[in-house]
C-alpha cells in the first residue's frame, strides 16, 4: 500500500480534463519524513531522556491532494494541484511539539518544448505557472513531495513569543549570554 504510485499521462490526463483526488497518509513520502524526522531529533537532543519515542512512531500526518486536468481552447494542457498538508513538526525554539497547516496551489502548463525554446515559454506563462514535461509516467506522488518539502519552513518556531529551552544542569553556559548583558547596560 505503502508503494501505491500514482503515475500519470499528464497530456492525455489534462486533456480529458481528468481528476485524481486522494488523501495520503506522511509515510508515503520517504524523503519528507526523513525532513521532519530531523526536525524531531534536534528538539529530542534536549529532551530529557526516556521521552524519545522512535522516531517512525510520532510522525503524524496527513497530505489530501486533488489534482485536475484542463485543456484550453488554444490545445495548451494543464495540471491544476491543489495541496493541504497536517502534521506535526517540532517548534524549533521551545521544542515542543508543533503542529503544521500548509495550504498550498500550483498550476503547471505541460510542454514538450525544447531547451532552446524553453526561456520563450517561460517568458510566455509568467511566474504563476511552472513547466512540466511531457510523460507518460509523470509520478504524482514524486511532484507533491517535493512541492510540500519546498514548502517546509526549514526552521519552524511558534508565531507567539514560546520560550527558548531552557539549559539543562551542567551545561556549560553560553557565552554570548554575558556579552548580551552587556550591550544592554
Ligand atoms: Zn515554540
Redesign the pocket.
Known amino acids: 500500500m505503502t508503494n501505491q504510485t500514482f503515475l500519470i499521462d499528464n497530456l492525455a490526463f489534462a486533456a480529458r480534463g481528468e481528476r485524481l483526488e486522494a488523501s495520503l497518509p506522511l509515510s508515503f513520502f520517504p524523503r519528507l519524513c526523513e525532513l521532519i524526522e530531523s526536525q524531531h531529533l534536534e528538539a529530542d537532543a534536549n529532551n530529557p531522556p526516556g521521552d524519545v519515542a522512535s522516531p517512525n512512531s510520532k510522525l503524524e500526518g496527513l497530505v489530501n491532494f486533488v489534482l485536475n486536468g484542463e485543456k484550453n481552447v488554444l490545445g495548451q494542457c494543464y495540471l491544476h494541484l491543489v495541496l493541504n498538508v497536517s502534521l506535526v513538526t517540532s ?6 511539539k ?1 503542529p503544521l497547516s500548509l495550504a498550498l496551489d500550483f498550476h503547471y502548463l505541460i510542454s514538450d518544448a525544447d531547451d532552446s525554446s524553453l526561456d520563450d515559454v517561460e517568458a510566455t506563462i509568467g511566474d504563476d505557472f511552472d513547466l512540466q514535461e511531457v510523460s507518460q509516467e509523470m509520478d504524482v506522488k514524486l511532484l507533491i513531495e517535493d512541492e510540500v518539502i519546498m514548502a517546509l519552513p526549514i526552521a519552524p ?2 508565531n ?1 513569543d ?3 529551552v531552557t539549559m539543562q544542569s551542567g551545561e556549560k553556559p553560553n557565552p554570548f549570554a554575558a556579552l548580551k548583558g552587556l550591550i544592554k547596560s
Not at 91 to 96: A, D, E, I, K, P
Open positions: 517548534c524549533q525554539r521551545c521544542l515542543s508543533m518556531v511558534h507567539n514560546c520560550a527558548a
